[in-house]
């Protein structure tokens, strides 16, 4: 079984990344550390970060936001799909194509 460590390092990162998002609120820095633990993962078993863990870190300052908690999540105007978050750690604003 090659892949198993690899499995189980990903299923870790899944797991730290739910423990970040539920203690954004509560305990910032907690979850700071464990979205540092994902990127350390990463790196060990050289495995990519799944996206939708990825698209919860900051593409400047390599932050962790939480929705509502550590950014601001604005629709985009007019009909196009995408939202701009914009990180209240730099203010740093990226936009995000929604598919449905
Ligand atoms: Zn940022």
């Not at 690899?6 to 990344?17: H, N, Q, S, T, V």
């Amino acid at each position: 079984m090659k892949n198993s460590k690899k499995e189980i390092a990903r299923k870790r990162m899944e797991i730290l990344f739910n423990n970040a998002l539920l203690n954004a609120r509560n305990n910032p820095e907690l979850a700071q550390k464990q979205a540092l633990l994902i990127k350390g993962i990463s790196m060990k078993f050289k495995i990519a970060i799944p996206p939708e863990i990825r698209s919860s870190f900051c593409k400047k300052c390599k932050k962790f936001i939480v929705p509502n908690i550590s950014s601001r999540v604005r629709l985009g105007q007019g009909n196009s799909k995408s939202i701009s978050i914009t990180c209240s750690f730099c203010n740093h604003v990226y936009r995000k194509i929604i598919k449905n």
